[in-house]
Structures are given as structure tokens and as C-alpha cells.
């Protein structure tokens, strides 16, 4: 477990290096804002190191929001780390003073040993297409929801893929979709199309592309608030979800969903404890209270249902 006496953790990534040491990335914000919502605003990276993702040792956090003005000086969220030809990279979300938190874009970091991050660059790398992607208009989107890169190499060894947290546009619930981005070198990158169709998610997070009993599937959160009631089961909660995909790159049916069996546990990863799939993610509501540590490993467990079939949300315009 990973609990911090001044601050709370939450949302996490993390890269293993060829030693075993395993190095966790994680939301932080000091516990004296006092409104869990507050840590919004004021989220920035911290670190620390394993070798059996239950005991962990602090290092300096890795990166805070940049003294601005800039696209990131607000604060730092949710991202993944790669391996690349010649450093590790860190893809983040950033948000700004000028905007708030309702405009996100990705942006990047480099390191040669996982601890020293400097950004790259001075702009954001990836911003949300408005030719499929909801932007901010100030009339029926108040928020550009473009968050959480995963980021994989291809299949083929050829280039790069980048999974998000996106919508699109139009009005009403449900509009939740995983974003796309394509890259041949980690330094330039081109937006496409989604890799899920609209259906019962208005607010899919932090999403990654695994495989669970031999078939490709995509691990994604979503908070009760965020799923669209006239496709969801009444009485539902939020938490943590597998969607089937027809390959390792999608697309996924967001309309045969699957929810992982735990009362608070969100934003989690698949993770390799000791051979075998696990969760690791953060302990959220909890008797209507905000816990806000990082879990020890979890197994993977479903809910005993049988997927649901629902009817999709309305084509956007």
C-alpha cells in the first residue's frame, strides 16, 4: 500500500526496469486543501520505487507544473511511460491557469534514468481534433475532455499509439469515446478517428489496452456521475471496466462492457505481480468518504453478470 500522511494519491502509471525494480508514477495533492474535489487543481507527479508493489520507497517527485505561463501550469495529470531508442518519455496531461481545468492537452518529458524529467519542449504535443473530438465552444461543451495518454508501440514495431479519454461532440450523455493518435518517432504525432463507438460512458478514464483470458481487451474507470443512466443498469456504481476489442489496438465495444468485482478500487492498471495479472490502483469512495492511497495488487475479477447490451447513444452531429 502507498499512503502519504500529507497528501492524498490517486490516479498512477508505471514502467519496470530490467532489474525488477518497478517505478510508480501517481496524482498528488496536499491533504490541507481539505475538499478532496480541490486536488484537482493542484495535482502534480510523485515517484517511488518496488520490487514487489507493496513496499515502497519515495523518491523526489518527478514532475510539477511549469512556472508558467504555459499549457501546464495549472496542474499535471494523469499519463504513461515508455521505453524509447534512447530515454524513457513520459506522455502527461496538462492543464492551465488560463483555461482552468477544463481544457486538457498532451504534452511530454524525457528522462535517461526515471528520476531527472525534463519537458519537452514548450508546447503541448497532442490537442483534441474538433473534426471528431469535443472542444470547447462555451454554448453545449464547457469542457475539452482529452486526458490519461497510454501510449504502446505498434505491433509491427513500426511507430507509435496513443489512447485517451476523449468525447465527441454533440449534446446529451453517452458521448464517451477512446481517442486516437499515431506517431512514427514519439516527436510528432496526428490525431485520428476514435477506437470506440458512443455508447454508455459519458466519461471514460485512464485507459489501457491488455488481455485478460487470451482475448484483447481495453481497462478503463468511469465514475457513476459519468455513465449515461438510460444506458446503464438502474442502481449501478462507477469503477473499473473491461471492454472486448477485435485486436490489440481496438476497436472496442463499449456496449459489452464487463465490471471488475470491487467497491472502490478506480483508475487502475494491469500489472505483471510475480507472474500473474493483477489491478493496481487507488482506493476511492469509501463510505462517502475520499480515501485517496494506492491499493496493494488485486486480482482481476468480473462481476457475475452477463455482458449488457444496450442500445447507443444518439449519432453526434
Known sequence: MLRLADH???????????????????LKAPRRLQVPLRRHSHAFV????SRDWRSWSLLPDALRPSQGPGWDDLAIWTGSVVRGP??????????????GISVQR????????????????????????????????????????WRDPWVQADPSGAGWHMFLTARVPGEGPGRGVVGHAVSP?????????????????DHPEVVQPTIVDGGHALLMSCADTGINPAHHPSGSSGGIYLLPGAGPLGPWDADRWRRVDHPSLYAA??????????????????????????????????EEQDPPVTTRAPTPR
Open 8 to 26: 492524498w494519491v490517486w490516479d498512477s502509471w508505471s514502467i519496470t526496469e530490467e532489474d525488477g525494480t518497478h517505478h510508480l508514477y501517481f
Open 46 to 49: 510523485g515517484h517511488a520505487v
Open 86 to 99: 534512447h530515454a524513457f518519455h513520459m506522455f502527461y496531461t496538462g492543464t492551465s491557469r488560463e483555461h
Open 106 to 145: 498532451i504534452g511530454r518529458a524525457d528522462s535517461t534514468d526515471l528520476v531527472h524529467w525534463e519537458r519537452f519542449g514548450e508546447n503541448p504535443l497532442v490537442t483534441a481534433d474538433p473534426r471528431w473530438y469535443e472542444s470547447v465552444d462555451g454554448r453545449t461543451a464547457w469542457e475539452q475532455t
Open 185 to 201: 518517432d514519439l516527436d510528432q504525432w496526428e490525431v485520428l478517428p476514435p477506437r470506440s463507438a458512443p455508447g454508455p460512458f
Open 269 to 302: 492498471r494491469v500489472i505483471d505481480d510475480h507472474g500473474e495479472p493483477a489491478l493496481l490502483g487507488f482506493r476511492d469512495l469509501e463510505g462517502g468518504h475520499f480515501v485517496g492511497e494506492i491499493a496493494d495488487p488485486l486480482p482481476l475479477r468480473l
